[in-house]
């Protein structure tokens, strides 16, 4: 049973260009969010998806946007690329009809803006 | 607002020694509590939830938990630390936003293992 994946691994972009990360959930599982986890702290939630709309954001700017495809796997999108926005991108996966507000983690994709 | 407080930032204890990571969370409602750890350039394993009933629960790796509710923490243990558990260690919240269901974490605690 496949769990969460994410791709890139890496990745190294300059300030101001956009950056396309990548998420397929775990077997079974309908909802992805999105952690924003810079050095030395822990993971800040950025949004969720569900049945392909977003659900919930968290306190960061329109320059993070998403997508959900009809398979559940997930994109989430990054413009005009700050120094700042240099941190690992975190994948969780859930069911939303479990009851319960356990998520399951991906990798993660490292991304360094320069 | 809600938060949750680890106030251990590094934590070192010798092999074979017993470990307490302390978490203490601010929550209007009786709370869905995770612990999760993160080996180095690893994504978030959980280790063990509390959602209700039994305040401890048990988890993989030999790790639990207690939750108290008159002290808002939900302190995670194990009674004796091997090498392999040197990882950094995040205590967090499940809440409700909207209709989604999202978690609060804490800023974590490093745990370090002397041989």
């Known amino acids: 049973d496949a769990g969460v994946t994410q791709s890139p691994t890496h990745l190294i972009k300059t300030r101001g260009q956009q950056v396309t990360l990548r998420c397929s959930p775990k077997?079974?599982?309908?909802?992805v969010s999105w952690y924003q986890q810079a050095l030395g702290q822990g993971p800040q939630f950025i949004f969720q998806?569900?049945?392909?709309?977003?659900?919930q954001r968290g306190n960061f700017p329109d320059r993070f946007s998403g997508h959900q495809f009809p398979n559940y796997s997930s994109e989430l999108n990054v413009n005009a690329l700050l120094l700042g926005d240099s941190a690992l991108y975190l994948c969780?996966?859930?069911?939303?009809?479990?009851?319960?507000?356990?998520?399951?983690f991906g990798p993660g994709t490292r991304l360094t803006v320069t | 607002a809600q938060s949750v407080t680890q106030p251990d930032i590094h934590i070192t204890v010798s092999e074979g020694a017993s470990l307490e990571l302390r978490c203490n969370y601010s929550?209007?409602?009786?709370?869905?509590l995770f612990w999760y750890v993160q080996s180095p350039g690893q994504g978030l394993q959980l280790l063990l939830k509390?959602?209700?009933?039994?305040?401890l629960v048990q988890g993989i790796k030999g790790f639990e938990a207690e939750f108290k509710r008159s002290q808002s923490s939900f302190n995670l243990r194990k009674p004796s630390v091997h090498w392999s558990d040197a990882a950094e260690y995040f205590c967090?919240?499940?809440?409700?936003?909207?209709?989604?269901?999202?978690?609060?974490f804490g800023s974590g605690t490093q745990l370090t293992v002397l041989p």
């Open positions: 969780a996966s859930s069911l939303a009809g479990g009851g319960t507000y356990e998520q399951y």
């Open positions: 077997s079974g599982h309908d909802t």
């Open positions: 998806y569900y049945e392909e709309e977003e659900r």
């Open positions: 929550y209007g409602a009786t709370p869905y």
């Open positions: 509390y959602f209700s009933g039994d305040t």
């Open positions: 967090a919240v499940g809440l409700r936003a909207g209709s989604a269901r999202q978690l609060t």
